[in-house]
């Protein structure tokens, strides 16, 4: 059998997790989860109100409401989360922004707002958590990308796009920290039922409620994955046609999408 490219989490009690972007969908879903199982949480958004909602039930939950895309407001954060949990075991990233956009509606200010909370503010981070993981000798981080990363989809055009680079850089950072002693974990999720995608007017396969995509991710890192996808069939269905011949590969969305 061979061996998980993460060693497992094994025991959730005590872990001490600082999850961005936890205000709602799939990030309260899995802040709940994962404070259900008894680990000790930060919890970051720009909402404190709605940060406060997802805590108020639990004791073991902390609330550090700052916005993602301010570059000075990361070291503050981090001392603040350190503050409150002494170190850090596993930082998920998860902040994001869905803007539905086709090639020929293209909207700059749009497309600059969705790279910068989507990519530029996980490299924000990153310039902080990683050196924190680093001095401690152990640790994992987490970014929460997309099935929509592996291939052009239609109206994914901004989206799409940002989650690629998620991969990507996902893929460097356990190429590098790995070595170091660190985890890395890459979170592709496919429909989620969250505010981001409830403007959607099409069929979207595998819709998931957000608790069952929480779940889903809890046993990935229970299990080691690097990569976390769901739902199963959907995500290894896109991940298969995403590696075809260009010209089998367009001809097949084209069919499945009606586009």
């Known amino acids: 059998m061979m061996k998980p490219l ?5 025991s959730w009690t005590g872990k001490r997790v600082w999850l961005v972007g936890a205000s709602s969908g799939i990030g309260a879903a899995l802040a709940q989860a994962l404070l259900q199982a008894g680990a000790i949480v930060a919890l970051s958004a720009r909402r ?3 940060l406060a909602i997802v805590a108020a ?17 990361w070291p503050a954060a981090l ?3 350190l503050e409150r949990l002494g170190q850090i075991d596993l930082v998920i990233l998860g902040a994001a922004r869905y803007d539905p ?3 020929w509606q293209i909207d700059i200010e749009q497309a600059e707002k969705s790279f910068d909370l989507n ?10 958590i990683v050196p924190q993981l680093l001095a401690q000798g152990h640790g994992g981080v987490s970014l929460i990308a997309s099935i929509s990363g592996y291939t052009g989809l239609p109206r994914a055009l901004i989206y799409g796009a940002t989650k690629a680079a998620l991969q990507n850089l996902c893929e460097t950072l ?10 890395v974990y890459l979170i592709n999720p496919g429909f989620v039922q969250t505010p981001m995608t409830s403007a959607n007017d099409f069929e979207m396969p595998g819709l998931m409620t957000p608790e069952a995509a929480a779940c889903a991710i809890m046993l990935g890192f229970e299990r080691g994955h690097f990569e976390i996808r769901f739902p199963k069939a959907f995500s290894l ?6 590696m075809l011949p260009d010209r089998l590969r367009f001809a097949l969305l084209h069919k499945t999408t009606g586009m």
């Open 6 to 10: 993460n060693t497992p989490i094994t």
């Open 48 to 50: 404190a109100d709605q």
């Open 57 to 73: 039930p639990y004791s073991n939950a902390s609330v550090v409401p700052f916005d993602v895309t301010d570059t000075e407001a």
């Open 79 to 81: 001392t603040n989360v």
């Open 101 to 103: 956009t086709h090639s």
């Open 119 to 128: 990519v530029v503010s996980v490299y924000r981070g990153l310039s902080v």
């Open 174 to 183: 356990y190429f590098e920290l790995a070595p170091k002693g660190l985890a």
């Open 237 to 242: 269905a896109l991940r298969v046609i995403s």
